[in-house]
């Protein structure tokens, strides 16, 4: 089983009806591929861990590098793993301007990970520094990194 890891940079501000749009298809399309994971999003920057199959995450992964909506995909050399991080999780989904806001689908999600950092950090240090470098790379996140 193979997880992978990206950061990448949307090409304009991504409205909340995009966001919920990409969750959607990311959710359908996950389940039957049986791929699990993370999305997180803040400020124009997407943060998205992808486990599964190895031939699922590749062909999943190469749908999310097609689309134009996101550049500058940065990955971290795919790891394989024998156990998932996010089971349960068929693309949660955070998005951290609703934080503070009315608890939509994100903000619950967002702060499940800060949550769960530690667990993160003990099964797999390199997921780990890359969350913690999305908190920490916002000045507005810095409560939310765990420390
Ligand atoms: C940041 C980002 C993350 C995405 N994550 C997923 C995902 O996890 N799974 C997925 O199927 N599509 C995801 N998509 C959408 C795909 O790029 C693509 O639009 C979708 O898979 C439909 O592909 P198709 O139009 O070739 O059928 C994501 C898109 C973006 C911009």
Same mark, same amino acid.
């Given at each position: 089983m193979?997880r992978?890891?990206?950061?990448?940079? =949307?090409?304009?501000?991504v409205?909340?009806?995009e966001? &919920?749009?990409? #969750?959607?298809?990311?959710?359908?399309?996950?389940?039957?591929?049986?791929?699990?994971?993370?999305?997180?999003? %803040?400020?124009?920057?997407?943060?998205?861990? @992808?486990?599964?199959?190895?031939? =699922?995450?590749? $062909?999943?992964?190469?749908?999310?590098? =097609?689309?134009?909506? %996101?550049?500058? *995909?940065?990955? @971290?050399?795919?790891?394989?793993?024998?156990?998932?991080? /996010?089971?349960?999780?068929?693309? &949660?989904? &955070?998005?951290?301007?609703? #934080?503070?806001?009315?608890?939509? #689908?994100?903000?619950?999600?967002?702060?499940?990970?800060?949550?769960?950092?530690? $667990?993160?950090? $003990?099964?797999?240090?390199?997921?780990a *520094? /890359?969350?913690?470098? /999305? !908190?920490?790379? !916002? $000045?507005?996140?810095?409560? @939310?990194?765990?420390?």
């Amino acid at each position: 089983m193979k997880r992978l890891i990206y950061l990448s940079s =949307a090409v304009r501000l991504v409205t909340p009806d995009e966001l &919920a749009q990409i #969750l959607a298809v990311a959710r359908r399309n996950n389940r039957l591929d049986g791929v699990t994971g993370l999305l997180l999003y %803040h400020d124009g920057t997407f943060l998205q861990l @992808l486990e599964g199959e190895d031939v =699922a995450v590749d $062909r999943v992964f190469a749908r999310i590098a =097609a689309n134009p909506l %996101h550049r500058g *995909i940065q990955s @971290l050399p795919p790891a394989q793993v024998s156990e998932r991080l /996010f089971a349960n999780w068929t693309m &949660a989904f &955070a998005r951290a301007d609703t #934080l503070l806001g009315d608890g939509d #689908l994100g903000a619950k999600a967002f702060e499940a990970v800060k949550q769960d950092l530690a $667990r993160i950090e $003990r099964l797999d240090k390199r997921a780990a *520094i /890359f969350v913690r470098t /999305f !908190f920490a790379s !916002f $000045r507005d996140l810095g409560s @939310l990194s765990g420390d």
